[in-house]
Structures are given as structure tokens and as C-alpha cells.
Antibody
Framework: QVQLVQSGSELKKPGASVKVSCKAS????????MNWVRQAPGQGLEWMGW????????TYAQGFTGRFVFSLDTSVSTAYLQISSLKAEDTAVYYC???????????????????WGQGTLVTVSS | SSELTQDPAVSVALGQTVRITCQGD??????ASWYQQKPGQAPVLVIY???NRPSGIPDRFSGSSSGNTASLTITGAQAEDEADYYC????????????FGGGTKLTVL
């Protein structure tokens, strides 16, 4: 069965860095893009961007450029999110989500996030 | 701000029907997908495309679309349907591929 298992909660001080991992199992890792989604406390879902698991090429949403880096280790089927120069406003739950495309009889649906990690809480506090 | 607009909160009596809507320019050209999120849990895909449900999603969940509005309908809402619901589709601004709506908190009375 498909599973995305993320690393555990992190407590960091402002200015530090954090690296969140997302280990995939139950499918061919390089066959599906991996997306990252942020959810600040009490807020909605915010799409951060995605990484092509074949090429390693990342795409970042506006607001997630510069301090945010997506990377891969395909040898262990794992995607990573690294955030540098942490700020208090980075406090959030970060999710990885597998992206798939569905081909129906008369429709094609892209951008389906069919499996999600359990989320990693990153808390930034002095 | 989100390019997809949802009502912040909706309520429904147990066993009744509720519609949750999502508005955005991109919905004139692309389908929305819908995700259910319960407290402390990761989101779960419930509806995608014209009106498709992943395996394991009850058939009381259905989707539809008209113009710039996509809708998620729950027919015969159950207590366990109380959750936050998010739509997702293309970002019409062209800044990036995907965007989520702001979410709708569904209360089952």
C-alpha cells in the first residue's frame, strides 16, 4: 500500500534551519511528482510547490522562493523540504503529497493529491 | 489571498443535504478537486474531476460544476462528515500551477 511517512516534529530557534523528510513506499517513487503544502496554525492549506521526481527540478510557489528548498534522494525514495533562516511565521504543519493524473473516459484530471504524509509540525520560537 | 473563494463556514442538520461551493475564474476551464480534513489529520481526497470518488469515499459525496463555481454536495450528512473542506484547482493568475481555496468548516448539527 502507498505510504508517505514524514519526519517528526521540530522545535527550532529563529534563524536556524530545518529539514523535513517524506519517505515514500508502495509505489515507484520516480513515477509521481511530489508536492509540499503548508498549514499555519488555525489556517487553511497553502500550496508551496512541487518537485519532479525524475529530474529533481523544483518549482516554488510565490512566497516560497529563496529560503525554501525541495530535494530528493531517489535511492531511498525520499523527498525533502529544507527551510533556512527560520522565522516565527514559518511555524506550521508541512505536508508532502503525491500528485497523480487521472484519465477517465471523457476527462483528464491533473493535480490530484491522492496520498499525503501525516504532516510535520515545525515550531519556530526563541 | 486565494484565487479560489469558499464560504468560511456552513452548517447542516444531521441527515440533511449540504452544498459547499468554490468560486474562481480557473473553474471555467478546469475541474476542482475536493479534500476533507478532520482536526489533527492530513487532508483526504473526496471528489475529483466531473464527479469522481476515490475508493472508500461514501457515495453521499458528489461534485458538480457550473461556470466559475464548483460544488461539493453531501446528501444525508453524517456526524463524521464534520470537517474542513478545501477545493483545489489551477491558479488562474498563472503564478503557479495549483491553488487551494480558503476552506469551509462544515458543522453537522
Amino acid at each position: 500500500q502507498v505510504q508517505l511517512v514524514q519526519s517528526g516534529s521540530e522545535l527550532k530557534k529563529p534563524g536556524a534551519s530545518v529539514k523535513v523528510s517524506c519517505k515514500a513506499s508502495g509505489y515507484t517513487f520516480t513515477s509521481y511528482a511530489m508536492n509540499w503544502v503548508r498549514q499555519a496554525p488555525g489556517q487553511g492549506l497553502e500550496w508551496m510547490g512541487w518537485i519532479n521526481t525524475n529530474t529533481g527540478n523544483p518549482t516554488y510557489a510565490q512566497g516560497f522562493t529563496g529560503r525554501f528548498v525541495f530535494s530528493l534522494d531517489t535511492s531511498v525514495s525520499t523527498a525533502y523540504l529544507q527551510i533556512s533562516s527560520l522565522k516565527a511565521e514559518d511555524t506550521a504543519v508541512y505536508y508532502c503529497a503525491r500528485e497523480t493524473v487521472w484519465f477517465g473516459d471523457h476527462e483528464i484530471v491533473q493535480g490530484l493529491f491522492d496520498y499525503w504524509g501525516q504532516g510535520t509540525l515545525v515550531t519556530v520560537s526563541s | 489571498s486565494s484565487e479560489l473563494t469558499q464560504d468560511p463556514a456552513v452548517s447542516v442538520a444531521l441527515g440533511q443535504t449540504v452544498r459547499i461551493t468554490c468560486q474562481g475564474d480557473s473553474l471555467r476551464s478546469y475541474y476542482a478537486s475536493w479534500y476533507q480534513q478532520k482536526p489533527g489529520q492530513a487532508p483526504v481526497l473526496v471528489i475529483y474531476g466531473k464527479n469522481n470518488r476515490p475508493s472508500g469515499i461514501p457515495d453521499r459525496f458528489s461534485g458538480s460544476s457550473s461556470g466559475n463555481t464548483a460544488s461539493l454536495t453531501i446528501t444525508g450528512a453524517q456526524a463524521e462528515d464534520e470537517a474542513d473542506y478545501y477545493c483545489n484547482s489551477r491558479d488562474s493568475s498563472g503564478n503557479h500551477p495549483w491553488v487551494f481555496g480558503g476552506g469551509t468548516k462544515l458543522t453537522v448539527l
